[in-house]
Nanobody, 122 residues
Framework: QVQLVESGGGLVQAGGSLRLSCIAS????????LGWSRQAPGKEREFVAA????????HYADSMRGRVTISKDDANDTIYLEMSNLKLRDTAVYYC???????????????WGQGTQDTVCS
């Protein structure tokens, strides 16, 4: 069973930056794609970004493009989500996800972490 453990959430002022980390317990067929999704209060979960296990291919939600960067450290099987120019509407629980294919990691990932709360304040 793949386990995903997020860290790095917290409180940040609007306009600031934040970096989230996610460690995957193992690499299996289910982790060919790793990603981040988020859920804001009272809203449905939404896709943020994804990266292939090799790190060679990335994909971003149109609404996030330009403000977030997803990357992978192959040495420790960790992915990162760097967010800048944070806005109040970025307040959400951010989840690390894993799925065998890109379609699933965007719409309905097979594996989810516990989530990390990010709060943007004015």
């Amino acid at each position: 069973q793949v386990q995903l453990v997020e860290s790095g959430g917290g409180l940040v002022q609007a306009g600031g930056s934040l970096r989230l980390s996610c460690i995957a317990s193992q690499h299996t067929d289910d982790t060919y794609w790793l990603g981040w999704s988020r859920q804001a209060p009272g809203k449905e979960r939404e896709f943020v970004a994804a990266i292939s296990w090799t790190g060679g291919v990335t994909h971003y939600a149109d609404s996030m493009r330009g403000r977030v960067t997803i990357s992978k450290d192959d040495a420790n099987d960790t992915i990162y989500l760097e967010m800048s120019n944070l806005k109040l509407r970025d307040t959400a629980v951010y989840y690390c996800t894993a799925n065998p294919n890109i379609h699933g990691v965007i719409t309905s990932a097979r594996h989810w972490g516990q989530g990390t709360q990010d709060t943007v304040c004015s």
